[in-house]
T-cell receptor, first 120, second 111 residues
Framework: GAVVSQHPSRVICKSGTSVKIECRSL??????MFWYRQFPKQSLMLMAT?????????EQGVEKDKFLINHASLTLSTLTVTSAHPEDSSFYIC????????????????FGPGTRLLVL | AQSVSQHNHHVILSEAASLELGCNYS??????LFWYVQYPGQHLQLLLK??????LVKGIKGFEAEFIKSKFSFNLRKPSVQWSDTAEYFC?????????FGQGTELSVKP
């Protein structure tokens, strides 16, 4: 149980194009999903919190117009990297929290396999 | 703001050696603590978690961690590592519904 998928697993695009990454909770509902960025040999950096039916909450220093997040259903959140540039190349990981967990267990996040983005 | 420190950047062990990875956090209030593992080419998987109760938590694959509140620590242990434990290990603290990760520790186990 608690499986999260991401699509695509890897994408190569030209500078200036936009790329959409999907994050799905396959066997549970997720009112809240999270988007992280991971640089090689480094930790995960939280970019934003995605909330179903409302605007995402971005962490300080993350450009909301650059990284568009849409959470249209209880099982799907999308991250669109707009006008991508080489410096946006990274490993993007999403996670999801089970809406129906209770108490402290609600804090557990389940992670997707990540999407490797390479911008040429 | 909460911060999480993992003091060991890269640990190299031989098979059957004992493992202890350090994790310290800065905020002294009520915390929920996690250890995640990332095997090469795979996604993060939850190893174990502490919310309350017995400070010695047992997780999957023979791992355990001990929460010591007075030391703000949540160290990960395994009595005897295997080659298959080679991976990146991340400690994380939950604050305000968000996970704050440590820098990660790369564990290499030599056969």
């Amino acid at each position: 149980g608690a499986v999260v998928s991401q699509h695509p697993s890897r994408v190569i695009c030209k500078s200036g194009t936009s790329v959409k990454i999907e994050c799905r909770s396959l066997d549970f509902q997720a009112t809240t999903m999270f988007w992280y960025r991971q640089f090689p040999k480094q930790s995960l950096m939280l970019m934003a919190t995605s909330n179903e039916g409302s605007k995402a909450t971005y962490e300080q220093g993350v450009e909301k117009d650059k990284f568009l997040i849409n959470h249209a259903s209880l099982t799907l959140s999308t991250l669109t990297v707009t006008s991508a540039h080489p410096e946006d190349s990274s490993f993007y990981i999403c996670s999801a929290r089970d809406t129906h967990s209770s108490g402290a267990r609600w804090e557990t996040q389940y992670f997707g396999p990540g999407t490797r983005l390479l911008v040429l | 703001a909460q911060s999480v420190s993992q003091h060991n950047h890269h640990v190299i062990l031989s098979e059957a050696a004992s493992l202890e990875l350090g994790c310290n956090y800065s905020y002294g209030g009520t915390v929920n603590l996690f250890w995640y593992v990332q095997y090469p080419g795979q996604h993060l998987q939850l190893l174990l978690k502490y919310f309350s109760g017995d400070p010695l938590v047992k997780g999957i694959k023979g791992f355990e961690a001990e929460f010591i509140k007075s030391k703000f620590s949540f160290n990960l242990r395994k009595p005897s590592v295997q080659w298959s434990d080679t991976a990146e290990y991340f400690c994380a603290v939950s604050q305000g519904g968000k996970l704050i990760f440590g820098q990660g520790t790369e564990l290499s186990v030599k056969p």
